[in-house]
């Protein structure tokens, strides 16, 4: 028998709007108590009547019996600068709804619920004040629902495995989702694109969504073995649910709502974070041309390691990044076998030397901390590791947490440790910990086997960039390596999220024994330009940059740090068009990828400066190009003098694409 | 990065077929050491492979890095005899595969699986043996899967949600499951039925289906707030994970797999269990006739139950439920608010006396124990109740465990109480402790709201029966009440999994405020046939049996304890035919139900004694009779003579039924 399964009517409590007045939210509470909010967008139905509370482990639901005690609207408008970023300033502008909910047969236990609704999409959380009848909350369940009206088709990640972020993005129908990370995109059948994700995940776990029945799905809080999936004592916000909404894919890429909803800058001037390319001791090591652990086949040695600094030197890049320099990659590295020094380095390797002939040279050393992802002994020595960086002028660290489908390790309060994922709310913790603490000492992070990003670099603006879906590695040894509508499936899914460490400029368009990768030249330098970071790794081996100089001279150029950016062209997991305005100059940049299929795309050069006259230095496909067979190396480099007027084809190969610099004449 | 992600060769450690050798399954081990399961029936793949393991809290991963170190292989071939059910005898027929694996890396760590191959399916289950490496196992992820070969539909339950066991039954493509509890049936395009399912269930979380992608199920463990789902010391099993398989729906029904793979019984002489049928002031609550909680409506008087005592006795009934016959009832009375007493009855409500009163007419009540969820309060009164009945001669009860959507709620270590799912670890142990307890002094149990039924019933001969799924009650007030497919959707699905309390026979054909049901008469009658259960509640109003004497007789007339079982036709979700011999007579009888679709199917008596005339009672659907509308109360009641050799013409109404008893002339 089930309580209350009767007929309800809905009363509405509050309704919220976006400026535009397109987007509009309802807020419903029925018989039994239960809230529920729905989103309309043009007049028509988008999100269905969709479920708010908790389950909690320590006292009764958090789901029934609510009556509303306080309603407040507002609105905001406002225009904010970021220390870097894909554009320099962002406009924060919603219109709020804020709820007071009180559970009377329940000691009048209140919890509230906020909207804010954009232009560009919608975000709520939920707020646990501090209150005798709840001092402490362990949720058990978060039953946020998102249930989506019209037919939808999906694109996501696979949540619920250790390394499901790596895992390839499925497209499928909705109700086909299984569990799912977030950002999960779906367009309806009308065109309507949305991306679900999360913004300011701090203190709490990652929410997966799980797919309940037909198109509806629910938030599932990351598990912890250890008690519930979220415990907080006190006051405090969960993480906004955001729901981008937009008419097409380019439409949710230009959407900010994520950054919006986070805290601003808490650490004042991070002039010590510098927007920059590198390069590095560690494509070689996934090609198997050397090992990061000790031998004869050392990677990073100080002889490599000064080939790279130097080339590094001559080639105006900012970083040199040195994986394997560290003990602790000999033998079973990864999980309860790690043993990884923060400090001391293999004998062939000198530290203190290598760091001070890069500085020589206007090249900085790029810290690598591998965790194997035990992060109870790397929380015991992280400081260390930290303070020598620091003294070296070493300042930004790449980490990691690998480990073989394992869980991480994480310390237990008894002094002991215990298992569990990186995506729980002690994961959680961690990750942001280990960003504020490299703070102190003016580091800068590049997380690599990372929680999902949900736009803390707004507040930590040290937090550079990371991983967090299938990289370029994949491409040397991966089964399979990464098909060639990957980097089109990334764009307006996981890159919606932030920036992605994802080490493009494979010019030699190989891997392990030569297997050939899936694009074109073109499309790997494109990539620097779709493929959004502050820090950009151009991760082929030296030698095949020195062999392809025409092509290397757009990666010498190309800048990381934007004034602007436009996405001209966009179709999910088909092609993407993005034009990015240089921060430090008046170039802009253009990079187009397609998937398998060839494309023509019209691009029109309105975003240049009107009555200027531009060169544009465009890096194409040629004719026969085609990433199947040898003509993938096929690339035309040619100038052009354009002007705002001007409507260039962009004729991309199958698994191609297309690079342009432009420079005022 | 994953380490070790590059193409495996496989290896077979071992495979086990079906007596038969119609159903083989492999057992393989990759390059890194994981192990995967595949099954082929027939020579065609129907479990493609899928993997084998465990996550663990508190160690390395239990999934990666095996070897085996010892193959055993051996056969099995006996026939049992079930103290009461719906066959006497019981053939356990099946060869076994078992294989003991190390991990050599993690201190040659040990785990063994063990696979049973019937010709009705497939069981296997882990086995955790002492070992210093492991003195202690809590279970994060259990990472079982399966992996389903041809394109299929299936038949699920939500899981997830605390009284999702009480959803309608879902049929959808395999690739649109969501989270699922089991029996999960499916259907592939070549016709095999799968049911997906386990047994024993003792100590260990209920196990849920979660689809991750494509047809990909994988094993998700009920989870809990204060630890890992499972958490075992020493040696253990887990349940074992089940698939009958078959080439039809029929052929499903008919397999005792389940049970097989439980213990036998543990009880010894249990001949005070009596499978028998009851009425009972119940539904009068549903109907909002009169009320659970005390003044001026309420339905558990002396009065009132003498009247259902007297009934009883006059028309064979052997129990008479009353429920509200304790204090408690007022108020809110579910989850934390629940104050239930078990031993105190309202004023108005003379427990000895009708006890003593029943008795004399040979007549027993049936006990009442309603919960609320609060495991923790239960468990302390527990004893009391069940020493208070048996001392009056009450011997069996009726227990519920009635939250609003809400959680249970269990004792904690610490003397206080916590939240939890009734399908977690703590409350499996719980129900089967109620179980156990009851025995104790000579006590069955009815549970509702219960943990699934994985065939304990073998073991524990008391658990005479469950809920578990949506009853008859939603007929009542249910918003929306029971489909009229529902009782089709449950035979191949529910009823998989042992017998369901469903309270058949409203022939009043009408819930609260005479909304009428989705069924005609014959249905009910054919409902105490096809849905099994050794206790069975004739559950309308004793007013509208006394309006209906004819369909009434059938009622009367069958038993609930059986010498065997045929089921002569079946289709998912459509229609179903089951033929049953009772235990104690030479007496046949058959139900045939069928969806909103009229049908009319052959049935050859071929089950009958070759050579003998049977009077064939026969309670059909009128030709115009039909659910939805006033002709659902169309029946013809005739009788005929029949010999085995005879074939009858079920025609069935839509949403109707056909009842028949064969009785040797």
Redesign the interface.
């Known amino acids: 028998?089930?309580?209350?399964?009767?007929?309800h009517a809905d009363e509405v409590l509050g309704t919220v709007s976006s400026p535009n007045h397109a987007i509009s939210v309802a807020v419903e509470r029925d018989d039994?108590g239960h809230i529920a909010y729905a989103v309309q967008r043009n007049g028509k139905p988008l999100i269905a009547s969709s479920k708010l509370g908790f389950?909690?482990?320590?006292?009764?639901?958090l789901?029934?019996g609510f009556t509303l005690a306080k309603k407040t609207t507002s609105d905001h408008d406002d225009t904010w600068e970021q220390p870097w970023g894909e554009r320099r300033y962002v406009r924060n502008h919603y219109q709020e709804l804020r709820l007071e909910l009180v559970q009377k047969?329940l000691n009048n236990r209140r919890l509230a619920v906020v909207f804010r609704v954009f232009d560009d999409g919608v975000g709520f959380r939920y707020e646990f004040p501090d209150q005798p009848e709840l001092p402490d909350t362990?949720i058990?369940d978060e039953l946020t629902e998102f249930v989506v009206a019209p037919k939808a088709t999906a694109w996501w990640q696979?949540a619920?495995e250790?390394?499901a972020l790596?895992y390839s993005i499925?497209k499928?129908?909705l109700?086909?989702v299984?569990?799912a990370n977030t950002p999960l995109t779906i367009r309806t059948e009308d065109g309507t694109h949305i991306a679900f994700h999360e913004a300011a995940l701090v203190d709490y776990a990652s929410m997966w969504l799980?797919?309940?029945?037909?198109q509806k799905l629910r938030a599932h809080l990351t598990?912890s073995?250890?008690?519930?999936?979220v415990e907080r004592h006190g006051a405090f916000t969960t993480p906004w649910r955001t729901m981008q909404i937009a008419d097409n894919a380019a439409g949710l890429y230009m959407s900010d709502l994520v950054l919006n909803l986070n805290e601003p800058n808490k650490l004042g001037d991070v002039s010590w974070v510098h927007p920059s390319k590198f390069v590095g001791v560690w494509w070689e090591m996934h090609l198997e041309n050397s090992t990061w652990g000790s031998g004869a086949k050392h990677g990073a040695t100080t002889a490599n390691t000064k080939r790279y600094i130097d080339f590094a030197a001559r080639n105006g890049f900012r970083g040199v990044l040195v994986e394997g320099w560290n003990l602790g990659w000999d033998g079973?590295w990864?999980?309860?076998g790690s043993s990884f020094s923060f400090t001391q380095s293999y004998p062939d390797f000198d530290l203190p030397a290598l760091s001070a002939y890069a500085q020589q040279k206007g090249v900085r050393l790029i810290g690598h901390h591998e965790t194997g992802g035990n992060v109870a002994r790397y929380e015991q020595q992280m400081d260390a590791g930290y303070q020598l960086y620091a003294k070296l002028g070493v300042d930004s660290i790449k980490s990691?947490y690998?480990t073989?489908?394992?869980?991480a390790i994480f310390p237990s309060a008894d002094g002991g440790t215990?298992?569990?994922y990186t995506d729980s709310q002690e994961g959680v913790r961690h990750y942001l910990k280990a960003v504020t603490e490299a703070a102190r000492y003016k580091l800068a992070i590049d997380t690599?086997?990372p929680v999902k990003d949900t736009g803390l670099r707004r507040t930590y603006p040290n937090w550079i960039s990371r991983e967090g879906a299938r990289?370029m590695?994949?491409n040397a040894?991966?089964?399979p390596i990464n098909s060639v509508d990957h980097e089109v499936n990334l764009v307006f899914t996981r890159m919606l999220s932030g920036p992605m460490d994802y080490t493009p400029g494979i010019l030699s368009l190989e891997g392990v024994k030569g297997r050939p990768i899936n694009s074109t030249q073109a499309k790997q330098l494109a990539s620097f330009v779709v493929i959004y970071s502050p820090i950009v790794m151009a991760a082929d081996l030296m030698e095949n940059y020195e062999k392809y100089p025409g092509p290397f001279k757009f990666i010498k150029d190309v800048p990381t740090d934007w004034a602007d950016t436009r996405v001209l062209h966009g179709a999910m997991g088909e092609y993407a068009t993005i034009a990015r305005k240089d921060r430090h100059s008046d170039n802009w940049y253009v990079g187009s990828i397609t998937d398998g299929t060839a494309r023509t795309l019209p691009l029109a050069l309105t975003f240049l400066d009107p009555g200027k006259r531009y060169v544009a230095e465009i890096y194409r496909d040629g004719e026969q190009a085609d990433y199947r067979n040898s003509h993938r190396f096929d690339i035309v480099i040619e100038k052009q003098t354009v002007t705002a007027a001007t409507v260039l084809q962009l004729k991309l190969a199958p698994g191609g694409g297309q690079a342009i610099r432009f420079t005022p004449q």
């Open positions: 028998m089930l309580l209350g399964a009767t007929a039994g389950l909690l482990a320590n006292a009764p639901q789901d029934i047969e362990r058990s696979e619920g250790k390394a790596e499925r499928t129908p109700a086909e299984g569990m799980r797919k309940v029945d037909g598990p073995a250890y008690g519930a999936p079973n990864s999980g309860s990691g690998v073989d489908g394992g869980e215990h298992f569990g690599h086997e990289g590695e994949y040894w991966g089964n």
